[in-house]
């Protein structure tokens, strides 16, 4: 798996684990300080986002990273 495809693959868990617990994306940027089209960029695979703001979002989202990663 190569690099774009990881992004792109985190950026569907994310948006899956998002939409599972009905919350939107300008929802989920205000809890961790982003803003929505960052979000957007994150759960399309188009930004590759810093360990720190990924681990905001599990926070937010109340999920291990195992989730982040599922295939």
Known sequence: MNEKEI???IGNNIRAERNRIRLSQEDLAE???LS???I???ERGKSNAKITTII???KALDIPFEALYKL
């Open 7 to 9: 992004l792109i693959t």
């Open 31 to 33: 809890k961790v300080s």
């Open 36 to 38: 929505e089209k960052h």
């Open 40 to 42: 957007s960029k994150i």
């Open 56 to 58: 905001a979002i599990m």
